[in-house]
C-alpha cells in the first residue's frame, strides 16, 4: 500500500510509531478495547480436572462416532474415555455435552501469527494493528484451533505473544514455529520494509526481521545459529525464483552447497525441513532434496512419477489451496483470461466475492479489512508492472488462478498416491485471515475430498507433520485434553465445523460460544 504519511510532520510521525512500536514489544501491553469478544479464555475455578460426559466422540482414524462416551482429563491430559455418567469426584468441573460431537482440537499447519494480515505499512493502523496481532491468536481459538504451526514470525515479537497465551491475558493456540524464513537474499518474501516505508528500519528494529535474506555461506552458518537460539521446531525455506509481487520479477536460488549446509544442519538438529513452493522451479529442486512442501503450484501437471517420488521419501504438503482463491484477484483484470475459465474456478470466484464483500469483522479488525479492499483498486489505476516502485504491494493474480487450474488435480493425485496432506490457511498474508481454518477444510471436499479426509487433515495429519501425533490430533487417553464440540456431525456435513460450541486446550475452556452457554 502507498505511503500515507504525508499529513503528518517527521517528528510527529515518529514520536507515534515509537510510542506504539514500543507497546506492541512489551509483553503484557494493553493495546485498547478489541472488536472481538472473548479476548480472554473464560476464567474458571480451580478444579482437580475436567469431566464431560454424554459425547458423541468422532473417531477421526476410523471415520466412526463413538456415542454415549464420557471423557475424563486430568493434569492437561485425558485419562480416560468410557461409558461413566459420573465424574470421578466432586472436586472435577463438569460438562454435558448433551450427545453433541467433540472432535479433536483443530490445527492449523501453515500461517503467520505475527502479521496483520495486510499488505504495506500505514501509521494510521497502528493501533487496529496492534489489537488484530492479538486477535490473530483469539481468532484460531474461536475456530477451534488448538495448534497452529507459524512459518514465518518477527522473532522480537513472537515470545511475547506465547507468554501472553501462557498467562492467560489472550485466549491462544499452542503454536510450533520456524521463527525466521531461511531464505537467500532477494528471494521469497521478497518485500523490503524500507524500500515500501520510510520507517521500515525503525519497525524491524522493534519487530526483528523474519527474514534472514543471507548473502554468503559464512552468513548462511551464521544466521542458522541465530534462529536455533529462538528454538525452532522446524526449518523453512523459500524455493520460488520468480517473485509473486506485482513490479518484480527474478528471484535468487539456493545453491548446492547452500541446500548441503542447511539440509546437514537441519538434521543435526532434528528438524524438519518445509519449503514455500508456488512454481515448478521450486517444486522440483524440493522433491530433489526431500523437502516437504508448503502452498501447491500454479504453472504445471505434476507427472506421476514425482508424485510417486513425494510418496516413497514420506514428503507431505500442506497445500494452503485456499490461498488460491483468496488471492485470486479478478479486479486486476476486465475479464478472467479464458485459460483460467471453469465451473470450478468460477464459483470459487463467487466464493471469494461473497467472502471478502460482505465481510464478517469477527475475521480482522474493520479498518484493515476496508484497506485491503480498497487496495485492490490499485489494479486499475496502474500497471501491474509499476505497483511495487509505486510502494503498493499487490500479488499476481495469475498466479493463484493458476493454483485453482492446477492445484485441485495435482492434490487428489498426491492423496491418491498416498502423499501426508495437511491443512493449513497462510492466515496473516493480506486478505487471509485467522480462523479460517473451515474455509480450507471445506474448499479441500470441493477438490475431491471426503468429510472425513478434510477433517484428517486439519487433525491427525498435521500432528503427524508437526511430530506431535503421540498428544494431538486424535482424541484418545494419554493425549492432550485438546477438544471441540459441535453441533451436529462433521463427518455427514463439513460445516460444522464453522462455528464451535466449546474449545478446550488441555483440558482448559478457551471459548464458549453464546450458543453453548446452556451447555453444561
Known amino acids: 500500500m502507498g505511503n500515507t504519511t504525508d499529513n503528518l510532520s517527521r517528528k510527529d510521525f515518529l514520536k507515534l510509531t515509537a510510542a506504539s512500536l514500543a507497546t506492541a514489544a512489551v509483553a503484557g501491553s ?56 459420573n465424574a470421578p469426584s466432586p472436586d472435577f468441573a463438569v460438562i454435558d455435552a448433551d450427545n453433541r460431537f467433540v472432535i479433536p482440537g483443530l490445527i492449523d499447519a501453515h500461517c503467520h501469527s505475527t502479521l496483520p494480515c495486510i499488505n504495506g505499512t500505514d501509521v494510521n493502523l497502528l493501533n487496529d494493528v496492534l489489537i488484530q496481532l492479538e486477535r490473530n491468536y483469539v481468532q484460531q481459538i474461536h475456530a477451534g484451533v488448538t495448534t497452529i504451526r507459524d512459518t514465518g514470525a518477527a522473532p522480537k515479537l513472537l515470545p511475547k505473544y506465547l507468554d501472553k497465551i501462557r498467562n492467560g491475558s489472550i485466549a ?163 475479464e478472467i483470461p ?30 484493515l479489512h476496508r484497506v485491503n479492499m480498497e487496495l485492490l483498486k490499485n489494479y486499475k ?37 498416498g502423499v501426508l496432506i495437511g491443512c493449513g490457511t497462510d492466515a496473516g498474508v493480506g486478505f487471509s485471515y485467522h480462523g479460517l481454518i473451515w474455509r480450507e477444510m471445506e474448499m479441500l471436499t470441493r477438490i475431491g475430498f471426503t468429510n472425513l479426509e478434510a477433517l484428517r487433515c486439519a487433525t491427525i495429519n498435521n500432528a503427524r507433520i508437526l511430530r506431535m501425533d503421540d498428544s494431538i490430533g486424535t482424541v484418545a487417553a494419554g493425549k492432550l485434553g485438546d477438544l471441540v464440540l459441535l453441533d451436529r456431525d462433521p463427518l455427514k456435513d463439513i460445516t460444522a465445523c464453522r462455528e464451535p460450541l466449546l474449545v478446550i486446550k488441555g483440558g482448559r475452556v478457551m471459548y464458549r460460544s453464546p450458543a453453548a452457554e446452556q451447555t453444561g
Open 30 to 85: 494493553q493495546t485498547g478495547c478489541s472488536t472481538l469478544q472473548g479476548m480472554k479464555p473464560p476464567s474458571m475455578e480451580s478444579k482437580k480436572g475436567m469431566f464431560l460426559k454424554n459425547c458423541s466422540i468422532v473417531d477421526v482414524e476410523k471415520g466412526l462416532v463413538l456415542k454415549g462416551k464420557s471423557i475424563t482429563i486430568v493434569d492437561e491430559r485425558i485419562v480416560r474415555i468410557d461409558d461413566a455418567k
Open 172 to 334: 491462544g493456540p499452542r503454536v510450533c514455529y520456524c521463527t525466521r524464513f531461511i531464505n537467500i537474499a532477494n528471494s521469497h518474501p521478497d518485500i523490503n520494509l524500507r524500500d515500501v516505508s520510510a520507517f521500515g528500519g525503525m519497525i524491524l528494529a522493534f519487530t526483528g526481521d523474519p527474514n534472514c535474506n543471507f548473502t554468503s555461506i559464512d552468513d548462511l552458518k551464521e544466521k542458522l545459529e541465530l534462529n536455533y537460539g529462538s528454538k525452532p521446531n522446524f526449518i523453512k525455506l523459500t524455493m520460488d525464483n520468480v517473485s509473486l509481487l506485482c513490479g518484480r520479477d527474478k528471484l535468487d536460488a539456493y545453491s548446492d552447497e547452500h541446500f548441503k549446509i542447511i539440509l546437514e544442519s537441519a538434521a543435526k538438529h532434528n528438524l524438519p525441513v518445509a519449503a514455500h513452493v508456488h512454481h515448478k522451479f521450486g517444486f522440483d529442486r524440493a522433491i530433489k532434496y526431500g523437502i516437504n512442501l508448503e502452498h501447491t503450484i500454479c504453472d504445471a501437471v505434476i507427472p506421476d512419477g514425482q508424485i510417486a517420488q513425494m510418496a516413497a521419501k514420506k514428503l507431505h504438503i500442506v497445500p494452503t489451496m485456499l490461498l488460491g482463491q483468496l488471492l485470486s484477484h479478478e479486479e486486476s483484470y476486465s
Open 338 to 367: 479464458k485459460e483460467f475459465r471453469s465451473d470450478f474456478i468460477d464459483n470459487e470466484l463467487k466464493l471469494r466475492r461473497e467472502f471478502l464483500y460482505n465481510f464478517d469483522e469477527k475475521y480482522a479488525q474493520p479498518a
Open 381 to 417: 489505476k496502474y500497471p501491474c508492472s509499476e505497483l511495487y516502485g509505486r510502494k503498493i504491494l499487490l500479488t499476481r493474480s495469475e498466479v493463484y488462478l493458476g493454483i485453482l487450474k492446477y492445484g485441485p488435480g495435482n492434490v487428489r493425485r498426491m492423496k491418491q498416491a
